[in-house]
C-alpha cells in the first residue's frame, strides 16, 4: 500500500485512490468504478530469478516509500552488487 502521507500529499489521488487507499480506476466510457488488486505473486516469480541477493537489492530499490528506498549512493553498496558469481558463460 502506499503510505498515507503521499496520497494525502500527491494533487490527484482522489482520482485514483480512495479516502480509505484502494486503488481505482475508472471506465471512460460507462464511468463505472473498478477497484485494482495487486498480484499474489512473489516478486522473486516476477523477475524470475532464485538468487536471494537480487531479489533482495530490486524490493529495496522499488520500495513505495522514497524514505525507506536506498539513496543511489546506499544501493551501489548492496552486497549483490559485490558478489562473485564467477565468469558468465556465452552460451
Keep these: 500500500p502506499f503510505p498515507d ?6 494533487r490527484y ?3 485514483f485512490f480512495t479516502r480509505h487507499g484502494a486503488l481505482f480506476e475508472r471506465n471512460k466510457q460507462t464511468g463505472q468504478i473498478s477497484y485494482l488488486y495487486p498480484k499474489r505473486t512473489k516478486l522473486r516469480h516476477r523477475i524470475g530469478t532464485d538468487d ?11 520500495h513505495l516509500d522514497p524514505h525507506k528506498r536506498p539513496t543511489a549512493e546506499e544501493a551501489l553498496q548492496h552486497p549483490f552488487l559485490f558478489h562473485n558469481y ?6
Excluded at 5 to 10: I, N, P, Q, V
Excluded at 52 to 62: A, E, N, R
Design 5 to 10: 502521507y503521499m496520497l494525502k500529499r500527491a
Design 13 to 15: 489521488s482522489n482520482r
Design 52 to 62: 536471494p541477493l537480487f531479489v533482495d537489492f530490486v524490493q529495496q530499490i522499488l
Design 86 to 91: 564467477g565468469p558468465i558463460n556465452p552460451n
